[in-house]
């Protein structure tokens, strides 16, 4: 079992930037690949980005290329995502999730489909103001 704690949403500015942690306990952080998925009201889960338990490659959707980065401290079992140039269609509450990797694995086929994921924390808020 993998407990996830996300923290560091509140509400900004279009333009500012946040950045979110997701404090992990339980099982051996790094033998985790992890992601972070948003939702929006009366939308679907969305894929945001996805980082490899070394954290030797990531990967982000095409909405958020380029302003999001995803990063990892294994000594500290803590995921990030650094956001900036936030615009208005990135409110969402924001959760990241820990899936089992390794020779096909799920995640390895799929990392940006969120039934490949284990675990999931509780989310947190970003409002971007325009």
């Known amino acids: 079992q993998v407990q996830l704690v996300e923290s560091g949403g509140g509400l900004v500015q279009a333009g500012g930037s946040l950045r979110l942690s997701c404090a992990a306990s339980?099982?051996?952080?790094?033998?985790?690949?992890m992601g972070w998925f948003r939702q929006a009201p009366g939308k679907e889960r969305e894929f945001v980005a996805t980082i490899t338990w070394s954290g030797g490659s990531t990967w982000a959707a095409n909405s958020v290329k380029g302003r999001f980065t995803i990063s990892r401290d294994n000594d500290k079992n803590t995921l990030y995502l650094q956001m900036n140039s936030l615009k208005p269609e990135d409110t969402a509450v924001y959760y990241c999730a820990a899936a089992r990797h390794g020779p096909g694995s799920s995640w390895n086929a799929e990392p940006e489909n969120p039934s490949v994921y284990d675990y999931w924390g509780q989310g947190t808020q970003v409002t971007v103001s325009s």
């Open positions: 339980g099982r051996t952080f790094s033998n985790y690949a």
